[in-house]
C-alpha cells in the first residue's frame, strides 16, 4: 500500500514538471540539439565528415557575465544568451584534433582550429568497441590463446590508455588487454597476462604485439558476485527496509533545476565531467532571499595511477575523466538498491561519435535522505522542575550518480543540507584489477609484486585515487577571497596565567595563487573562501569553509612522468581566479598528456586572488592497499569532504526548522 502511494507521488511529482519557455542557459544539450549539431557539421565538412570522428560534444557555456545578467533579469521572461555546443573532433585522415564551436541558433560554426598541442581528446565508446575486437582476427593473438589452452570464444578484451613517458612523438594508441569468461562473469579476476597488444585508433589496426610469458591464471572458483548464481551458505539476512514520505516528496524538478527545503540549484551533465552542480542558492530566514553559495561545481578529473613498473602494467596511470569519460561511463541507476525507494530518476544524453545523441535513462537519482542523524540537541537538566530535550532529525537531498570506468564504480554524490552544509562523498566499489601470478601463498613471495596476494595466482596491484573537485564558490557574489585561519601556539609570558599555552587563530589572506597551494595536515587551519565585502552584524566575514576528509599526498617522485601529468595532486587544496577555460586539472587533452596543461602550470602565473572571482580546487584521494575483502567485488570505501557555512548565516540557520512528521508504518515491511 505504502508503496502504490508512493509510485502515485513519484508519478504526480514527474506529470507536474513543467516545460521552461525557454531552456535554462546552463541546460545540457537536448537531443535535438545533438542533432543539430550533426547536422551542421555534415553540412560544413561535406567531403571530410566520414573521416571525422567526435571526441567531445558539450554545451559551450555562456560567458559568466552573461548568465548573471541573464539571472538578474526577470530570468523567465527575458531571453537566453545563445546556445552553443563546444566539439572536439579527430580527423584521422590528417591524425589532427579539431575544436569546432557552432552556434544553434544561427545555425553556423563560430569559430574552428586545429589544435597542435600534445595529447588527445576523450575516447569515445565506440571506437574503443572497435578496436577491442582487432585480437579476434589477428593471427599471433588466435596462436597465444591456443598456448595457453583457452578457448577464445570466452576471451574478451578491452581498452586502456598507454599514458606518457618522455616519448617526444607519440600517436593516438591505446592497450588491450584480455580476460577470460569461462567460468565467471567476473573477468577481470582472469587476465591473460603476459600478452600486450597496441592498437592504432587513427589506424584502427595492431601496431604492436607481444607475448612475452606465461603464467598461471586465477581461478574462476570465489570470483562470482551475482545473486542469482550464488551458492550456500549465504548471509547475513537483511530485514525489510524502506523510507516513507506521506506527504510525497519535497522537492521539485523543474526542467534541470531542483529546489528542495531552503536549496536551488540547477543540474547538468556533461559526457566528461558527469553532473554539474549550478548556481546553488540557499534561501535565508532573516534575509527572506536566496543567496549564491556556488557558482559551480564538479569532478574535473579522477587520477587512478598503479604502482607496478613493470613492462605489461607499467603504463597503468589513468585519466578516468579526460580519457574515459566520467559521464559517459555513467551507469542507469537501479530503483531501491542504488537508491532508496523515494528516489526520483533523471536521463541524460551524450553524443555519439557521430554525433547521434544517446540516451542514459536512470543517470542520477535525487532523494530525501534521513538516515537517523540528528541535525541539532540539547537537553536542559539545570532549570529546577523541568527537563527540556529539543531535537531536530537530520534530513539532506542527496544527487547521485555512478560511473562505472571499466572494472571500478564511482558512486558521487552530492549532499544539500538545511544548515547550508554541502557534502560531497564518492563511494568506491567495483571490482580490483588483479595481475597474475604463480604463487598461492605469501611465503612463496620473495620479491616485490607490487600488490597483495587475494586468492591463488591473484594480486590486487597497489594504486591510488585522486578526484580533483572543481569549486567555483560565489559567496554572495563573485568578488571573494580565500583565507587561512591559521591556528597558532600561543606562549604566555610573564606567569600571568597558570597556563603555560594556548592557541589563538591568525587570519591570512591569501594574496596570489601561491599563497593558496595548500598541503593539508602540516598545520591547523581552517581554509575559509569569504565575501570581504560583505560583513555579518558583528563584523565577521561572510564565508564557507572547506572541511577536508582524510587527506592523502601523492608518493610518486614529482619528476616521474604520471606525476607530471598528474600535478593538480601536489596540493589538497589550490585557488585560482576564474577563467572560462581552465576546466580540466589534467587538461582538456588528457590522453597521453604531458603534464603542460594543468592546474599545477596555470598556478605558476600566479595571479592575484584577492577579492576576485576565484575556483577553490579540492583533490582528495585514497591510497589502495587491496585486502582479501575487496575480493571478488569490493564493499564500498567511503570518503567525502564538506563545505560549510562559516559565519556566513547571523545565527543557526535551521533553529526553526520544522521537523518532519513522526511515521511509524509497522505494515510496510516485506511481508503482505
Ligand atoms: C575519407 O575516407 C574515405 C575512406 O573511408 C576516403 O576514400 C576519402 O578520400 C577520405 N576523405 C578525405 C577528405 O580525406
Ligand atoms: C568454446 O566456447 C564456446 C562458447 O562458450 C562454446 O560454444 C564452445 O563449445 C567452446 N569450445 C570448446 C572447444 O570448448
Ligand atoms: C585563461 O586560461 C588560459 C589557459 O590557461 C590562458 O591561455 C588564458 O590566457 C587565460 N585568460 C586570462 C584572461 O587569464
Ligand atoms: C496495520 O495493520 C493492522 C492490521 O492489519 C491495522 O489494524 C492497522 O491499522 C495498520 N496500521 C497502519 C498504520 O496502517
Ligand atoms: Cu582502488
Redesign the pocket.
Known sequence: MAMKLLFFFLFALWSCRAKPIHPHPLDPLTPSEFNLVQTILQKSYPSSIKNLTLQYIGLDEPDKPLILSWLSSSKSKSKPPPRRAFVVARDHVHKQSLEITVELSTYSIVSSKIYTGHGYPLLSLEEQTVVSLLPFSYEPFIESVKKRGLNISEVACTTFSVGWFGEVKTKRVLNLLCYYMKGTANLYMRPLEGVTIVVDLDEVRIVKYVDRFIVAMPKAEGTEYRASKLKPPLGPKLKGITVTQPDGPGFKIDGHTVSWANWAFHLGFDVRAGPIISLASIFDVQEQKYRRVLYQGFISELFVPYMDPTEEWYYKTFFDSGEFGFGQSASSLEPFTDCPANAAFLDAYYASSDGTPVKISNVFCIFEKYAGDVMWRHTETLIPGQVITEVRPDVSLVVRMVSTVGNYDYIIDWEFLPSGSIKLGVGLTGILEVKGATYTHTDQIKEDVYGTLLADYTIGVYHDHFLAYYLDLDIDGEANSFIKNNLETVKVKHHSSPRKSYWTVVSETAKTEADARIKLGLKASELVVVNSNKKTKPGNKVGYRLLPGSIIHPLLLNDDYPQIRGAFTNYNVWVTPY?K??KWAGGLYADRSRGDDTLAV?SLRNRDIENKDIVLWYTMGFHHVPCQEDFPVMPTLRGGFELRPTNYFESNPVLKTKPPKNVYSPNCSSHP
Open positions: 577563467n577555460s581552465e596555470w
